[in-house]
């Protein structure tokens, strides 16, 4: 048994426990042998054996057990992939490298995702396996000047490179090829075809204008077949490229030194030049459609105004002065930045000084102006309206929130959905399989011409090419079919099918606030038939508001109340002041919204000596007026408190769709408080919506049954569906029980307290991210507090899985038709060039007009439906 030995960072381990934790994980895996953790140095060594078990399984294994094994995750731009056996051949030879965790190849984006353990392997490791296997990454961090350059531009710049490579030589190959058509089939369209020219014969002629050609342009191909069946063992598009253009070629020079039969050089070069043209309008294609990631990185401002904060005197407060421009890079945390009225804000930051409206449209897709003040967040790449800000800067570089979309968009397009998982076995069996079917042909028309040209003409289609074995003899004819049929096969439009769509896809998202975790995620989002709403600051707006107070309980009044005889009825100022004080200590929404109810009725609040909270019924305090409890009747309950005088008050408060809660002094029931929390205005329209779609919408909540009952009622979503007074660490239970019946359920919820209900669902959504775009469990992530962008998520879901489905139709029924055509002898080599080349731009051009999908037409489409 051949094993390997690695060392792994092991961040989160805190005691022994953590590392025997750790170590049951990982010796559970088949495969894996010894197994050191040490809490100490936070590291682990593991030796395992990679035929059984591999890296990705063994971080895993440490990640479920709770804890986060080190990693780095880069992306590599890489310039010569053709198709999506290049992507193949690139993950074998970077997954090969010790310590690569996992790595994703993408034709379409012409880049590689590497996540690998830095205690292992590094980036220049990554590079050279690149290199190993034939092909070109992109190295970042090499050269003088690149620390000029963002990793971005140096991207760009190669992409752009190669276009114009690409251009140069379509028009030199289109500069000899034409006038190489023209001397050899100039008679076909009446043009006069002298057997020499210049004292030079025809056929020579032909042969110095094709020669160039095959050279230059066929360069790369040749290289490229070498690398793939030499050095990678595989063979992709460029073999059948080099070997139908090499089969009209060589074949023309043998007519040329006396063998019988006609010349095809103009067919050779036509061959290299029409792919040549075709590798141009793709990459013209690719960067068309990669060009939304582009657009957010230009979105970030180049230069920052960093100003110096000074204590003002009197009554001044703070100055800023000595203002200076300089380049974003050089901007760190608690920087102030001055912003002016139509300036981009250059970072992350908060608001210090200053009132205006920002646009965050290019950030969340919201098109209304968010006004802003002091203490409020503001994101790097927003614009500010009209006021002039003073702003902190919080978060720099890649932490900002662009640059993590942008990194969430990258890593959604390097995964892809489960159907390109067909697409690519098809490709890996593709290339030998028409190179097999070519030989098959080639051999018939060579054995059994007459009769094949019977069959074949008397079928309702155009002539054999050339009149057939009968005119230009069987072999050449062979030959031909032979070439025609290498030719015309195009798997590159089978591997861009998928990854170009899905490009497209979570890009279009990401400009409307919604982040796929990975294209596996955009596919798995249409087929959700139920969504499960949270429903504190998903359906409502998780902003409580103490609305209520009442007196239930008689009461001696005071301070001494433990020590009074004769009761007296307890006042509201008295009941809210009982309930603030404990609440003080609370971060919790209810609790806050009762401290600030009670601080703008004028009542002093002081934090409570001690403090104990109840996950999902609330809290219990000593205060300086005595031991207090708030809460639901079940919490009194525990602590000998009677709650049933409260309930007829409760019920009540809680038809009116309100939290309601008791509290109680030393034992005794004071009343009850009442907080509500307002219902988003969407959220009726997001149901709504859902419902019409076919989808089962369910309500999941901590709150008792009566508010439950009384928002899903104003929401639209069925009694039936309503789930209430579940506990946090109940919510995946639930959501497993709506899953149990075959369903897949989407759960909707704040991405923090809802994180192990995220993870159990079919897709967990984040809602309301805000600026906090890495949310671990959750699949998708709303930059917006809209419920309707659950409705926009499906939306880009089923237009995206709808252009794969045109993609792979067109690839396939490409395929379907020409491959006979061509082994029938009824395409010329140089047209079925033609229609390989074409075939990956149409598919590609397919996918880039898929840009102008709009989620939100989509829904007013389906508004007026419903009308």
Known sequence: MTTHRIRVGIRGMSCTNCSSTVTDALTDLDGVGEVNVNYATDEGTVEYDPEQVSLAAVYEAIEDAG?????????????DMTCANCSATVEEAVGGLPGVVHVDANYATDEARVRYNPEATDLDAVYDAIEGAGYSPVREGSGEDDSDDSAADRREAARRGEERRQLRLVLFGAALSV????????GLVGLPTPDSLFGVPKGWLALALATPVQVLLGREFYENSYKALVKNRTANMDVLIALGSTTAFVYSVAVLLGFPGGLYFESAALILTFITLGNYL?????GRAGAAIRELLELEADTATVVDEVDGSGDEGTEFRDEREVDLREVEVGDVLKVRPGETVPTDAVVVEGESAVDESMVTGESVPVEKEPGDEVVGGTVNENGLLYVRATKVGEETALQRIVETVREAQSRQPDIQRLADRISAYFVPAVVANALFWGALWVLFPETLAGVVTGLPVWGLVGGGPAAVGAFEFAVVVFASAVLIACPCALGLATPAATMVGTAIGANHGVLFEGGDVLERVRDVDAVVF??????????MTLTDVRVVSPMADGAELESAESPEDVTEELLLSVAATAEAGSEHPIAEAVVAGARERGIDVTDPAALQSVSGKGVRARTDRGDVVVGKPELLAEYDVDPSPAEDVMADLEREGKTAMCVALDDRLLGVLAVADEVKPTAKEAVSALRD???????????????????????????????????????????????????RAMMVGDGVNDAPALAAAFVGVAIGSGTDVAIEAADVTLLRDDPLDVVRAMNVSQGTLAKIRQNLFWALGYNAAMIPLASLGLLQPAFAAAAMAFSSVSVLTNSVLFRRYDPEERYRLLGRLRR
């Open 693 to 743: 779609r076919g989808v089962a919408v369910h309500l999941l909540t901590g709150d008792n049954e009566r508010t439950a009952r009384a928002v899903a009622e104003g929401v639209g979503i069925d009694p039936e569906h309503v789930r209430a007074g579940v506990l946090p660490e109940e919510k995946s239970d639930a959501v497993e029980a709506i899953q149990q019946d075959g369903r």
């Open 282 to 286: 793709e990459a013209r294609s690719k």
């Open 67 to 79: 804890y986060d094994p080190v990693s780095e995750t880069v992306t590599v731009a890489i310039t």
């Open 179 to 186: 006038p190489l058509s023209l001397l050899l089939m100039g």
């Open 534 to 543: 949270d429903k504190t600051g998903t359906l409502t707006k998780g902003e």
